[in-house]
């Protein structure tokens, strides 16, 4: 289990975020045990009377049972007493996010609709490919930064996600390609090798929540990805890109998208309060950074606007010296968007620009355009079908599963 400081004392009750207090006439869930780290674990364990000597083993206990076993109910942690198991369920929750819609795509891509609390969902995406699977999760429930390019960013922000919310997303995706083991039989290939924080929202403007299921996620004896297996995805918060290095680690991308600041505050807004220099030197000066820990910097080709040979070639002397890679994305179309995607020949000559110059410039392939889960389409799907229409559904996977 991965060793780190708690930020505050366990305060068990307080952990519940988004969940209504002010309305004494509200039922508020139990606190959930998932997300939290080694230290509040033992803390909750201990709010419940266990001795301080046992807190360690026990939450250990919990730790493998939530995240190499995969367990869904207490009653299935069969090496923890009886006892401890119904004070557990009379206190707290293991809940994951409920899915609303599952949408599987031509190419294998998968996109669900996750229900967080009654009319507050994200989507989650998993990419399957020959060599990996990677999973692309939601930090926020909407987008505050409206890049002009991104349907996501047309979604009002209406809040951060509970590092609960965030890890729930993996552990639906493993429940829902049955990654988990199951007694007397070898474990499963792990099909989520890779996590990526590219989905719903800006992570480093909800930073505590993401770091700490990002530190579980890559966590050794939790769901055990590896540091260099997760990807945080930034648009550009400077302030708290240090931080993001120094506290969790992970590899670093820059939705970058322009070589220049006027473009740039046009396609990604939050330029005009962090410009490129001010972006650029944060990547220099990125905690980790080497060519084994490069920066990927992602971007959008959007037909006209940001593609010509000249573009390519500021490209280049922009990230002069930063350990780095560009994944070249073509723009994903979406309704009523002002942007088209550019030629397929101009996106090679571009890569080919960028690609001489020393820098790797792989093409990302578009996956899962037929449902709108490819980068920069994620919208919550409940904002166009009616409520009745997502209770039936639900109700016939419930059906289909018995």
Not at 29 to 35: F, T
Not at 210 to 233: H, Y
Not at 239 to 253: F, V, Y
Request: proline share 6%; charged share 25%.
């Amino acid at each position: 289990m991965a060793s780190r400081e708690s930020d505050h004392k366990l305060n068990i009750r307080d952990r519940v975020e988004g969940q209504p207090t002010s309305d004494a006439s509200l039922i508020v869930p139990a606190p959930s045990l998932i997300g939290l780290s080694p230290e509040a674990l033992q803390d909750a364990v201990g709010s419940l009377g266990v001795a301080e000597k046992s807190r360690r083993m026990r939450a250990r206990q919990l730790w493998n049972w939530f995240y190499a076993r995969g367990a869904h109910d207490f009653d299935e942690m069969t090496s923890i007493s009886k006892d401890l198991r119904s004070e557990l369920a009379a206190n707290f929750s293991m809940a994951r996010p409920k899915i609303v819609d599952t949408q599987i795509s031509n190419d294998g891509t998968r996109k669900w609709l996750l229900q967080l609390a009654p009319h507050v969902e994200v989507e989650a995406v998993y990419i399957p490919e020959s060599d990996r699977g990677t999973l692309c999760i939601s930090s926020q429930v909407g987008c505050t930064l409206n890049c002009s390019f991104c349907h996501t960013g047309t979604q009002p922000w209406v809040r951060n996600l509970s590092a609960a919310e965030i890890v729930g997303q993996i552990l639906v995706a493993r429940d829902e390609l049955e990654e988990w083991p199951t007694p007397n039989q070898p474990a499963p290939a792990r099909r989520i090798t890779n996590v990526v924080m590219m989905g719903m929202g800006e992570p480093l403007f909800n930073f505590d929540n993401v770091r700490d299921a990002l530190l579980l996620a890559a966590d050794g004896e939790g769901i055990a990805l590896g540091k260099r297996r997760v990807t945080l995805s930034t648009s550009g918060v400077v302030p708290m890109m240090k931080r993001a290095g120094d506290e969790i680690g992970c590899m670093l991308a820059i939705s970058l998208h322009a070589v220049n600041d006027d473009l740039r505050d046009e396609l990604v807004p939050i330029n005009r309060k962090y410009p490129l220099a001010e972006l650029l030197d944060a990547c220099r000066n990125y905690p980790g950074v080497s060519n084994a820990r490069r920066i990927t910097f992602e971007y959008v080709m959007l037909k006209g606007v940001n593609d010509s040979k000249a573009d390519a070639k500021a490209l280049v002397q922009l990230i002069k010296g930063i350990p780095a890679k560009i994944n070249l994305i073509p723009f994903n179309p979406w309704p009523d968007s002002p942007y088209e995607c550019s030629d397929w020949d101009q996106i090679e000559s571009f890569g080919d620009i960028v690609n001489r110059a020393g820098y790797a410039s792989p093409i990302r392939t578009p996956r899962g355009r037929d449902i709108d889960a490819a980068c920069g389409q994620l919208k919550s799907a409940s904002r166009k079908k009616r409520a009745s229409e997502l209770r039936r559904d639900a109700e016939q996977r419930e059906k289909n599963k018995n």
